[in-house]
């Protein structure tokens, strides 16, 4: 590594490998570092802290984990075709995260709650996406007139069992998917 200049992005991925083997309690810089064949300080002259390293992986892993969900939220379909597509689109993803990688579902729903202004970023985003869809709704007819910010964010709260992680234990109930497709 060496020979080549270090980025943003392979310090990411190599953060995300760090966090997979050892968890949150135990990953350090210098265990990013050390697989990345350079000094601590390289890394720190792209994240000036451990912290902001974390936030960085922790915001990449949700926009990464909820590719995709901007796309469905400005689609031409109807709003409530488009709000049901959302929802389970959130929830798919969401489940496909928790299922397939446990641990590293664990490690960065923690890293959410630890860094707590990227969690707040993330849920203000995906609640002005829902916002988008109400809105649309509205315009065409399809909603009531309403309060867009209070609409999205009760909608957003009541979706929760199906897209929190304090809730991941509950997706393994059979028949949970059935529940979420009503």
Known sequence: MADTVLTRQQILATTEDVLRRYGPA???????????GVSPGSIYRHFPTKAALR??????WLDRTHAGQDEIATSDAPASERLRQWLTALFDAKKKHSREEPELFA????????HGEVAIEHVQDLTRQIRTIIQAGVERHEFSDTDLDAAAIAVFQATAPFHNPLHVTEWANPGIDAVSKR
């Open 55 to 60: 936030e960085a992986v922790t915001r990449a």
């Open 107 to 114: 490690t960065f729903s923690a890293l959410t709650a630890e």
């Open 26 to 36: 135990k990953a350090n810089v210098a265990d990013v570092a050390r697989d990345l």
